[in-house]
């Protein structure tokens, strides 16, 4: 019976040796994570009294580049920083932000017509042959059916035309079509509206000459011919202004061939002309404008 409480007490010494034991594992382990804690603020306060000596090396490192001692124009190594090597960012936002006027001027304009080479209509010059016209089927009406018949067809006849040799000195032309009452005049299409009305005249420019284009008139309404004035205008520069306030007369003038708008107050109506001039009869700068006229006004 005396053993139990020696037993107890042979426990709780156990007990007390085994808490105080741990309590000193604990200590110890504590210790290397204090030094730890201080070794930072140590190895600021080494490099903070150290700080002096190293700045001139920092300053040696931030001082810009210098090129070698054999300077060639240009030189840039390739560790230079990016503005040694041409890379100029606010250079490149100017161009993005530059001036309206700027960028108008980098815009590419369309080349102008040289002075020798006819005004055309639609892709068609003044100065091309009558053989060459019909050849191309270039026609500028509609029905799109349309032909062209000219004095010297026997069809032009039922157009009111004249009947004319292939030796005449002009020969007029007009586009029509045929229909159950025989041929018809077509409508010439301007500014894509059909023209009132509308002729094409050639002529020799000598004898044994082919006969050319040397006029092309139209008849169209006032919108129309307001469109064609901005158009022209556009493409050719201000148009020279004549005759009366009443009557006025635009006229482009290129050296070889004139474009001309007659506004009609009156009826509400203008007459649209293009005219070879005499020295133009010769073909000269013909084939230049078939290149070149493809889409052109009208």
Request: glycine share 8%; aromatic share 6%.
């Amino acid at each position: 019976m005396r053993r139990s409480p020696l037993i107890a007490l042979a426990v709780c010494a156990a007990c007390c040796a085994a808490w105080h034991a741990r309590a000193q594992a604990q200590t110890q382990s504590d210790a290397p994570l204090e030094a730890q804690a201080a070794g930072p603020v140590r190895m600021t306060a080494t490099l903070a009294s150290a700080a002096p000596a190293q700045a001139p090396a920092d300053a040696k490192a931030n001082a810009p580049l210098k090129p070698p001692a054999a300077y060639v124009p240009g030189y840039a190594p390739a560790y230079a920083p990016r503005h040694a090597l041409g890379y100029a960012p606010a250079r490149r936002a100017a161009k993005r932000h530059a001036a309206p006027g700027a960028a108008a001027a980098m815009v590419r304009t369309r080349t102008a017509v040289p002075d020798d080479t006819p005004f055309a209509f639609r892709g068609i010059p003044l100065g091309i042959t009558l053989a060459a016209l019909r050849a191309t089927h270039m026609v500028r009406a509609t029905p799109h059916e349309s032909e062209l018949l000219c004095e010297t067809d026997i069809a032009g006849g039922d157009l009111g035309m004249t009947i004319k040799s292939d030796a005449s000195l002009t020969v007029a032309c007009r586009w029509a079509h045929r229909s159950a009452r025989g041929w018809v005049s077509s409508h010439a299409v301007v500014d894509g509206a059909p023209a009132a009305d509308h002729i094409l005249r050639f002529a020799h420019a000598a004898a044994g000459e082919p006969l050319r284009l040397y006029e092309m008139s139209f008849v169209v309404d006032g919108m129309t011919a307001f469109d064609l004035r901005d158009l022209l205008a556009s493409r050719y520069g201000a148009p020279r202004v004549l005759g009366a306030p009443s009557l006025p007369l635009l006229v482009w003038d290129n050296g070889a061939s004139t474009i001309t708008i007659c506004l009609l107050p009156a009826s509400g109506r203008a007459t649209l002309t293009y005219l070879l001039k005499p020295d133009g009869l010769q073909g000269k700068g013909v084939d230049k404008a078939l290149k070149i006229s493809q889409f052109d006004e009208g």
